[in-house]
């Protein structure tokens, strides 16, 4: 069964050219060609197959998109609980000089920046992201 789910583009393109080369052969309409019903039954695969593909493609990214909100979820909570002791600890040794001051909002800064990356993560984030690198 994986073989046929993996390679089902090779399958209904198969099964395709077989109806295609056999229904014209067990059809006889003396108002229509040989050619002309392979023609239609080649536009009825055709309309088939591609609403076949559609269906499977939208599956594929719906199953992809549940997995990468998954991913997301995880992602956030992990870290989201690391940059929590990070902001602590910052605060709690940080003391009280400018420097320390300057310090700690620049990893608050950071902790937001990286919430707001892992809370818009998406399939275009994503490609986006590649783009860039």
Partial sequence: ???????????????GIV???????FMEIQLLSIWQI??????????IHGFILWAIRRKQRKVRNEALNDVRIMLNDVINNNLSIISLTSRLYGGESEKAKAATEEIAQAIESISTALDTISEESIRTWKAKY
């Fill in 1 to 15: 069964m994986q073989v046929f789910i993996r390679n089902i583009e090779l399958f209904l393109s198969g099964a």
């Fill in 38 to 47: 392979a023609a239609i039954t080649a536009i009825l695969v055709g309309l």
């Fill in 19 to 25: 109806v295609i080369l056999v229904v014209p052969l």
